[in-house]
Nanobody, 129 residues
Framework: QVQLVESGGGLAQPGGSLRLSCTAS????????LGWFRQAPGKEREAVSC?????????SYVESVKGRFTISRDDGKSMIYLQMNNLKSEDTAVYYC?????????????????????WGQGIQVTVSS
């Protein structure tokens, strides 16, 4: 059974940083692309960033986080990370990690078309002074 567990969320001030982690189990981690998604109150879930497999996949970011967020993966530890810098109030949301079918991924496809297989339970990120 696949399990994805997020950690590292919490409260940050505007301009601050947080690093999210997601630990995966129950799957051959290196075979999958992986992504971070978020859902703010009253809004639809959106794709924030994704990263392809280590043997050729690239990373992809939604426009609103480019230059501020960095996604990475560690296949040896079955973990992905999202380093979030220069946080803004509009980054406040529940963040989810997910496995994605395929070597490559692209957040421009949107949540419904990205081939998402499994979701984590989500973790709250609040950016407020």
């Amino acid at each position: 059974q696949v399990q994805l567990v997020e950690s590292g969320g919490g409260l940050a001030q505007p301009g601050g940083s947080l690093r999210l982690s997601c630990t995966a189990s129950g799957l051959t981690f290196a075979y999958y692309s992986l992504g971070w998604f978020r859902q703010a109150p009253g809004k639809e879930r959106e794709a924030v960033s994704c990263i392809g497999t280590s043997d050729g996949g690239t990373s992809s970011y939604v426009e609103s986080v480019k230059g501020r967020f960095t996604i990475s993966r560690d296949d040896g530890k079955s973990m992905i990370y999202l380093q979030m810098n220069n946080l803004k109030s509009e980054d406040t949301a529940v963040y989810y990690c997910a496995t994605i079918l395929g070597v490559h991924c692209d957040v421009r496809l949107g949540v419904q078309a990205m081939g998402i297989i499994d979701w984590g339970q989500g973790i709250q990120v609040t950016v407020s002074s």
